[in-house]
């Protein structure tokens, strides 16, 4: 079947852009979340979605960063006046269980931004 | 939170050789170790994993160990072929879902 999947695949934004990064979970995947992954690092958590509603924001380095999965299924990444340091992979995974319980997450192919 | 400690950064073994990884983490709370491979501009793919309350786990030429009372857990590869030339990372729950992954290892097989 289909795994996580990602749109764009490659970003580029002007300095102070807008972008909006799209996640298409596995079917019925309860649990979604946003990592963002820098050069050389490993994935660094953002947040987590169960089904529609947001239940850990603690990752988003700045309120410039907003989320939402309005519907239970595909998520959105927003990054407002986009900033040099957030050049970096954004991945999104899905997973089977609720929170609080660890499972196999399920990762997308990511979206590499560059800000220039 | 949880912290992850990965090593070595970089790992470079000849092909029908052993590779061995090994993580700390400090919550004593987690429960959860997966590890993860990502090859160049694919996300991370998991190949393994175990929970707290098993000690080794083991799927063809993978194998990983967890030491509870020292909060380690390790990554062993045998007879590795070019193919598992990748990043490996090592990752750990806290007390919640969100996953926290080591610094990742480069894993290089040589001919």
């Known amino acids: 079947g289909a795994g996580v999947s990602q749109s764009p695949r490659y970003k580029v934004a002007k300095r102070g852009q807008d972008v909006a990064l799209r996640c298409d979970p596995i079917s019925g995947h309860v649990s979604l979340f946003w990592y963002q992954q820098a050069l050389g690092q490993g994935p660094e958590f953002l947040t987590y979605f169960q089904n529609e509603a947001q239940l850990d924001k603690s990752g988003l380095p700045s309120d410039r960063f907003f989320a939402e999965r309005p519907e239970g299924s595909v998520s959105t990444l927003k990054i407002q006046r986009t900033q040099q340091e957030d050049s970096a992979v954004y991945l999104c995974a899905s997973s089977f269980v609720t929170w609080g319980f660890g499972d196999e997450q399920f990762f997308g192919p990511g979206t590499r931004l560059t800000v220039l | 939170g949880e912290n992850v400690e990965q090593h070595p950064s970089t790992l470079s073994v000849q092909e029908g050789d052993s590779a061995v990884i090994k993580c700390t983490y400090s919550?004593?709370?987690?429960?959860?170790f997966p590890w993860y491979k990502q090859e160049l501009g694919k996300g991370p793919q998991l190949i393994i994993d175990i929970r707290s309350n098993v000690g080794e786990k083991k799927d063809q030429r993978i194998a990983v160990t967890l030491n509870k009372t020292a909060k380690h857990f390790s990554l062993h590869i045998t007879e590795t072929q070019p193919e598992d030339s990748a990043v490996y990372f090592c990752?750990?729950?806290?007390?919640?879902?969100?996953?926290?992954f080591g610094t990742g290892t480069r894993l290089q097989v040589t001919l």
């Open positions: 919550d004593s709370a987690s429960n959860y």
């Open positions: 990752a750990g729950t806290g007390t919640a879902s969100k996953l926290t």
